[in-house]
């Protein structure tokens, strides 16, 4: 476990195993492959860790922590290991989880058997890259229940249009009025959306095996713009090497919001939480 992390939008990792397969573009990269491969480690073998499974355990200072960084929470391998790490979050309250996944397919059928709503101190979501994986995942993650829904768009591929899951706000009289598309899940009268969104370009090398891809400026901005017609709160982690390179960045990444243009130096959380 990582109490201290680079991630910008949490404050510690844990990795209850480790080991993952690839299965979309966004993987193509994937750094952890490209730190097994120093510790000449297979990076396909998923694999229980042997000191780091019980760590929040350990940790007294209620912590926003990112979970299976280094594989994937709802990755089948796991499925004899997975009801344990639940009832870790269970025990552990002042935690809050994030549990980022790129297997929403896997969701339903493995919660915990008095998951209900959702726990309260756990926030589902899903990576999208692109729109084929937007439209595919979103869809997935909005039928889930869960105190916090979120989506990860990245590493950003293209150009995604997120407005079949947004609500859009519009003018009716004096009133604000708001509609949500077809598309959208729910329950009963009540329409899902996403809680919050991160944004973030890829980050990489110039050379190896392991690079990076471009995203545009436009693309993040197009986001951003869609986040907060439907006032959703919105994340921009990085812009990426390649906008790093462009835009002659100090940080390699693009992670320094200082470095943003102004009008995406914007790092919000989910609605009532408090960082």
């Not at 002042?94 to 980022?100: E, N």
């Not at 869960?146 to 519009?170: K, M, N, Q, V, W």
Request: proline residues 6%.
């Amino acid at each position: 476990m990582s109490e201290q992390t680079k991630i910008q939008w949490t404050s510690a990792s844990w990795n209850p195993w480790h080991g993952c397969r690839k299965v979309s573009d966004g993987c193509k990269f994937c750094y952890m492959y490209r730190d097994k491969s120093r510790y000449g480690q297979d990076p396909t073998k998923v694999v229980r860790s042997k000191t780091t499974f019980n760590q929040p355990l350990k940790m007294t200072e209620p912590s926003l922590i990112f979970t299976c960084s280094w594989s994937d929470w709802f990755i089948e391998d796991a499925d004899e290991w997975r009801g344990e790490a639940w009832r870790i979050i269970k025990d552990t309250p002042h935690h809050t989880y994030q549990i980022l996944t790129k297997r929403p397919e896997n969701i339903l059928k493995r919660l915990p058997d008095d998951w209900n709503k959702g726990y309260e101190n756990v926030w589902l979501g899903v990576s999208v890259e692109n729109q084929k994986t937007a439209d595919e995942r979103i869809p997935l993650i909005l039928n889930v229940p869960a105190r916090i829904r979120f989506l990860s768009c990245e590493p950003l591929l293209e150009e995604i249009t997120l407005e079949d899951f947004l609500p859009y706000c519009f003018a009716h009289g004096i009133k604000r009025v708001w509609d949500f598309c077809l598309k959208s899940a729910h329950y009963g009268d009540e329409f899902v959306k996403p809680d919050w969104i991160i944004i973030g370009g890829e980050s990489g090398n110039h050379q190896g095996k392991f690079q990076f891809r471009p995203c545009e400026i436009e693309w993040i901005e197009n986001i951003v713009r869609q986040c907060k017609s439907a006032g959703v709160p919105v994340f921009v982690k990085q812009l990426g090497t390649y906008l790093s390179d462009k835009m002659n960045l100090k940080d390699s990444h693009g992670g320094d919001i200082s470095e943003f243009p102004e009008h995406l130096q914007i790092r919000e959380f989910p609605k009532g939480v408090v960082r």
